[in-house]
């Protein structure tokens, strides 16, 4: 049984894809993705194994006029090209996982009368998942809130998430970077859009961090740019830091972690609740629809977390909640089991259960609504 999965671009639409494929694949069902030649998934998707078509189609959102023309213009041409890419391929099921490029996959499978199953990541759904919800089978959420904002019957399944960061030891990976177990440790990072900004800030807070020196530890992905003005910090403050430009190993990274200094993408949002880790959010400001923010927000809410906006971020404000958090193990141990009430890490396994019924049956939306009943409960979004 084969199933197309489409979308990318971001890391946030790609890891998810991912993890479903792998999930799929441990099902022995073929999961093929759709996407561009520049997202992410180019790389990603064929380095595990997995075969990639490529159509050329560009964003709307987030661009100049004369860049949203020229995609009005692809957009034709990218939905001939999907239906033919569907015509030849012939998947039981066509799974849209957010991103420009599930746009027209999603429409032809429309128009070929695929099953088409979408996934929202984020608490606010981006403009092809608003679009295809209208014609899909089935329509699936990381979070409950998003439900009401789709205005139709959706399942809740989480956000598919890697199974290795599930997997995650926190003595192997304290070894794993050389670091004290009776010290608290910090994991900071700012992905590949948002490094800069925290970085600057660590760089500030650090000189006012000397009460906290001989008690924490630090682990920082700074991005190439930055790395060597963020050492030079470290080595003037003479604490414990291990700095580097990417974390190869982040399963080891987040079991290490005591708290999370990071942006609010969905994947990351997904990885800490999941694993119930503690998290000062900075949500990127330029995100489409500013749907960091409200991912953040959605923590926040629950307890899980805390939440610094990026145009309030200084290196003062980023010591003063990095002391009142580390001074106060009671707050992050609340903190964290909050946070874990949000996680849900068999999402995967949830997502691929409603993708093979889905795609064994013609029943569709019933059939999705029946698994749903049966695994979840009543859904949100009536």
């Known amino acids: ?84 890419l569907l015509g030849r391929h012939r998947p039981r099921a066509v799974v849209g996982m957010g991103g420009y490029a599930a746009g027209p996959v999603g429409m032809a499978a429309v128009l070929r009368r695929i099953p088409l199953l979408i996934h929202e990541q984020n608490r606010s759904p981006g403009l092809t998942n608003r679009v295809l919800a209208r014609v899909a089978d089935v329509v699936a959420v990381s979070l409950e809130a998003t439900g009401p904002l789709f205005g139709r019957e959706v399942v809740v399944t989480g956000n598919p998430i890697r199974r290795e960061i599930l997997e995650g030891d926190r003595r192997k990976g304290l070894d794993a970077f050389q670091l004290d177990p009776t010290r608290k440790t910090v994991l900071i990072f700012g992905g590949s859009q948002g490094a800069y900004r925290i970085n600057r800030a660590v760089v500030e807070a650090v000189p006012h961090l000397r009460r906290l020196r001989d008690r924490i530890q630090i682990i920082h992905a700074t991005g190439e740019r930055d790395r060597g003005e963020v050492e030079e910090a470290y080595q003037v403050w003479k604490g414990e830091a291990r700095v580097l430009s990417f974390v190869q190993d982040m399963a080891s990274a ?80 609340a903190m964290g089991q909050a946070a874990h009430s949000l996680g849900r890490p068999d999402a995967a396994s949830h997502l691929a259960d409603l993708v093979c019924q889905l795609a064994g049956e013609r029943g569709g939306e019933r059939t999705a609504r029946h698994i749903a009943e049966q695994r979840w409960g009543p859904r949100t979004g009536e």
């Open 1 to 84: 049984m084969k199933v197309v999965l489409a979308g990318g671009g971001t890391g946030g639409h790609v890891f998810p894809a991912l993890a479903l494929a792998r999930e799929l694949r441990a099902r022995d069902v073929e999961a093929l993705m759709v996407g561009t030649a520049r997202g992410l998934e180019a790389a990603a998707f064929p380095a595990e194994g997995f075969t990639l078509e490529t159509i050329r189609v560009e964003g709307l959102q987030g661009v100049r006029v004369g860049a949203q023309a020229r995609s009005l213009v692809l957009l034709p041409q990218a939905l001939i090209h999907a239906l033919r």
């Open 254 to 333: 987040y079991a290490a972690a005591d708290l999370v200094v990071c942006r609010a993408g969905a994947t990351t949002i997904a990885e800490l609740t999941a694993l119930g880790k503690p998290a000062l959010l900075i949500p990127y400001p330029f995100a489409a629809n500013d749907h960091q923010r409200e991912n953040a927000e959605e923590v926040v809410r629950i307890g899980g977390g805390r939440m610094i906006l990026d145009r309030d971020l200084t290196g003062h404000r980023l010591a003063v909640e990095l002391y009142e958090l580390l001074d106060d193990p009671g707050t992050l141990t």
